[in-house]
């Protein structure tokens, strides 16, 4: 698994499962069909975001277009020293729930503008923005990345239901 610096210290992100997994694949695959090819952004998994004296890695992490940094032949630039607009982190069985919400906490007071914390245990996903309270989400709750991601919008439920795959 992925390292990250927080603190002054490295820490080993938790080695993911497959539920994990299989909403790690999912969420990325479907903001990017949303934006990707009209250019409007773009989702990535497991990227290092170099911000405000840290190095974090979220489970998925989105990037309004203008914000993607592109070399001569118009590839992208691996090293990123920006934080995210839109932040996911997805919790394994063995991941700490409230280590994972301080870490979205940090990054939405240093501009990342939306975080989700993702449950698949509890079927929760916690909505962090800046200068508003965690919110809660269950079943119909509507989870609106808005013009952010393109109007990318998913009940919790439909959320979930991603991770049936058989």
Aim: hydrophobic share 40%; net charge positive.
């Amino acid at each position: 698994p992925a390292c990250e610096y927080i603190d002054g210290r490295i820490i080993q992100k938790v080695s993911p499962k497959l539920r994990h997994s299989v909403l790690q694949t999912r969420i990325p695959a479907e903001i990017n069909r949303r934006t990707a090819r009209r250019k409007i952004g773009m989702a990535f998994v497991e990227l290092r975001c170099t911000f405000a004296g840290r190095s974090i890695v979220p489970d998925v992490c989105y990037f309004r277009w203008d914000r993607i940094q592109f070399d001569e032949q118009g590839e992208p630039i691996d090293d990123v020293f920006l934080p995210p607009d839109f932040a996911v982190e997805v919790l394994s069985p063995d991941q700490s729930e409230p280590v994972t919400a301080t870490k979205l906490r940090f990054a939405i007071t240093h501009g990342v503008k939306l975080g989700w914390l993702v449950n698949p245990y509890a079927r929760t996903v916690k909505v962090f923005r800046p200068g508003k309270p965690v919110r809660v989400c269950r079943g119909t709750a509507v989870l609106n990345a808005g013009q952010l991601v393109a109007g990318f919008c998913c009940t919790v439920d439909e959320l979930f239901g991603w991770l049936r795959i058989a």
